[in-house]
């Protein structure tokens, strides 16, 4: 994989990468687009990232695996279904030799859409 220049775009991102892995990145991508269709791409931290009522979720392409950060709390059965792909500080890493799981990926992201709400509703309860 090449070394990433700064990237301004999410496609600027993915282009980086060989085609095996622009099509999982994409998928990705589109899988969150999906769950999430009021999020905003950007880039920050040099990775893909979504916001909405802040940051949602970042992905990356690594080596051997797809990051997902930030950690993920979510309920009891989200908590098992990530625990085998739970890295040392709570990130996730989807091993690039194993399938995909774009809809644990999907649950993922609406478990932090949730969270969001539930941080802006407090926060503007305090307001």
Known sequence: ??????????????????????????????????????????????????????DLIYFAAFKKHIGVFPPVRGDDKLRKAIAPYRGEKGNLRLPLDEPMPYGLITRIVKCRMKEQAERTRAKRKKE
């Open 1 to 54: 994989m090449k070394k990433q220049a700064a990237t301004q775009t999410i496609d600027d991102y993915i282009a980086t990468f060989p085609p095996d892995v622009r099509a999982i990145l994409n998928t990705i991508r589109s899988t969150i687009r999906k769950a999430a269709p009021r999020a905003k791409e950007k880039i920050s931290y040099k990775m893909p990232a979504f916001a909405l009522d802040g």
